[in-house]
């Protein structure tokens, strides 16, 4: 059990039987009455966000998240595979609770799973990658005036926008959190 006058942004609770991650949260003291915490939480499942105000010094439950280092192995239908780097076991993970960080994973990539109760709640790949040009539209000499770029499709099958010098086969680093191209390698 943990206090609400505990709380700090990341921090996993059960409500209810589903999982919540604190978003955002204010203690006010009012200058009549009792104190409170106004917060914000995700469902750790849904992704929806939702406001909750609990009375000052409340109990509920905090949420125990492993976190286990795991290497993608390969997908299936709607199943995506990891191998646990420490017991050499597979981890399938449903597709559902990847998100937008799907469009990142390549064979052999490492990444930290989130494991409640025995059950994978969710990955987080590397901030950056590092992904070769597939597809892209050649640039024009003396089109660089503005910073133009271009759209360009990665190994993993995600459209990157790119500076216009970026050719098919180019190696480039993106930050996963924006999407955005960072540089060329």
Same mark, same amino acid.
């Given at each position: 059990?943990?206090?609400?006058?505990?709380?700090?942004?990341?921090?996993?609770?059960?409500?209810?039987?589903?999982?919540?991650?604190?978003?955002?949260?204010?203690?006010?003291?009012?200058?009549?009455?009792?104190?409170?915490?106004?917060?914000?939480?995700?469902?750790?499942?849904?992704?929806?966000?939702?406001?909750?105000?609990?009375?000052?010094?409340?109990?509920?439950?905090?949420?125990?998240?492993?976190?286990?280092?795991?290497?993608?192995?390969?997908?299936?239908? +709607?199943?995506?595979?990891?191998? $646990?780097?420490?017991?050499?076991?597979?981890? !399938?993970?449903? =597709?559902? #609770?990847?998100? %937008? /960080?799907?469009?990142?994973?390549?064979?052999?990539?490492?990444? +930290?799973?989130?494991?409640?109760? $025995?059950?994978?709640?969710?990955?987080?790949? !590397?901030?950056? =990658?590092? #992904?070769?040009? %597939? /597809?892209?539209?050649?640039?024009?000499?003396?089109?660089?005036?503005?910073?133009?770029?271009?759209?360009?499709?990665?190994?993993?099958?995600?459209?990157?926008?790119?500076?216009?010098?970026?050719?098919?086969?180019?190696?480039?680093?993106?930050?996963?959190?924006?999407?955005?191209?960072?540089?060329?390698?």
């Amino acid at each position: 059990m943990i206090s609400v006058n505990d709380f700090r942004t990341g921090l996993t609770v059960e409500i209810d039987g589903d999982l919540y991650q604190i978003v955002e949260f204010l203690h006010v003291k009012p200058g009549k009455g009792a104190a409170f915490v106004r917060s914000k939480i995700k469902n750790v499942k849904t992704g929806y966000v939702i406001e909750k105000t609990f009375r000052g010094g409340e109990k509920i439950m905090r949420a125990h998240i492993d976190h286990r280092k795991a290497q993608f192995t390969y997908a299936d239908d +709607d199943t995506y595979h990891f191998m $646990d780097l420490e017991s050499y076991e597979d981890i !399938p993970v449903n =597709v559902d #609770l990847l998100g %937008t /960080q799907k469009q990142w994973l390549k064979d052999g990539m490492e990444v +930290d799973i989130a494991i409640h109760n $025995d059950v994978p709640i969710g990955i987080e790949v !590397p901030n950056f =990658v590092e #992904l070769v040009v %597939t /597809q892209t539209e050649p640039g024009f000499k003396g089109d660089t005036a503005t910073g133009a770029v271009k759209p360009a499709t990665v190994e993993t099958g995600a459209t990157v926008n790119v500076p216009l010098f970026v050719e098919i086969g180019t190696k480039i680093q993106i930050d996963t959190r924006s999407g955005e191209y960072l540089r060329r390698l």
